[in-house]
């Protein structure tokens, strides 16, 4: 096993061209881990490390450039309580949407593969990275795992609850809104949550992970 020496991007090729598709989002990708995280190295490309991570199974090869790699103590994660995802949350307001990102302050390590191209950054979130960054990486990276993670939504709907779809999760916060990063609205965004209920496709699934919160005892080392 070897560690993430600071947060490190992690993509699904090795052919990295900063290429935009049709809606104006960079695919290759796929997430961020967070420095101190535990790796697989199961095979090197010119530049790069081939990976496998325990918390984020994938059906395509994963790669993260060697710089961004080395030996060192994993860091334990904690779920932070309510508030301070909320915090979290509300601090993200206006950012950017970034495909495959769930680290606001960005990458600037990038800039010594990319010097000067601000794009290679990734500064920014997506829907589902809203929440992975507020909890440290604790929670289910994606929108589809988010569908089993916590419990079903018995009754009303309370802050932090999720309101997932296919490919897309928005949360509940206080006053009667949600708040979400969206591409359609450019970045992370607040709504009016009766009025973002009437207009989002269905099905809906609507997930709560308060108990989690609750519990001390609930922390993640990411191996």
Known sequence: MQISITNAPVFHTTNLEYKEDEQGLFRPLELIIFEGTEVEVIGE???????????????????????????????????????KILESFYSKLALPYVWGGNCSQGVPEMLSLFPGDSRWLFRGLDCSGLLFEATGGITPRNTSWLKSFGEPVVGDLEPLDMIIYEGHVLFVVEGGKTIESCVDDGGVVLHDLQERLEKIQKPLFFRRFSKILRSSSFSKSLS
């Open 45 to 83: 490309e010119e530049g790069f490390y081939q990976v496998e991570l325990s918390f984020y199974p994938s059906k395509v090869p994963l790669y993260i450039p060697k710089i961004f790699i080395g030996n060192g103590t994993p860091k334990k994660r904690l779920m932070p309580s309510g508030d």
